[in-house]
């Protein structure tokens, strides 16, 4: 199971953090987690790390303005989000694979429910 929190209102250049915590059989000692969102293409993906030191890694668009970060032992990822622009509003997902990354949504088997994001002044 994999649960996301931390979506809200903010100012266009505000910031926030999103949180996914998993349960369950989702130990992040094993799984790639990825943050996507709901664009109007399609889900594309904003950031994906994996237990391991590879990545992590993150959407063209997002040029320096997010961060994610993961403590295992916690089942716990975040996304720090800086810069927020309008365009960056939308409902955001975590989902997960296990122990590798992918760039497409279809590849993760595994998602919560998502949060909204809501970037306006």
């Known amino acids: 199971q994999l649960e996301e929190s931390g979506g809200g209102l903010v100012q266009p250049g505000g910031s926030l953090t999103l949180t996914c915590v998993t349960s369950g059989d989702y130990s992040l000692h094993y799984w790639g987690i990825a943050w996507f969102r709901q664009a109007p293409a399609g889900r594309e993906l904003v950031s994906c790390s994996?237990?391991?030191?590879?990545?992590?890694y993150y959407g063209d668009f997002v040029k320096g303005r997010f961060t994610t970060s993961r403590d295992n032992a916690k089942n716990t990822v975040w996304l720090q989000m800086n810069e927020l622009k309008p365009e960056d509003t939308g409902n955001y997902y975590c989902?997960?694979?296990?122990?590798?990354?992918?760039?497409?949504?279809?590849?993760?088997?595994?998602w919560g429910q998502g949060t909204l994001v809501t970037v306006s002044s």
């Open positions: 989902a997960g694979t296990h122990g590798v990354c992918y760039d497409k949504w279809e590849l993760f088997p595994h």
């Open positions: 994996t237990p391991g030191d590879d990545g992590p």
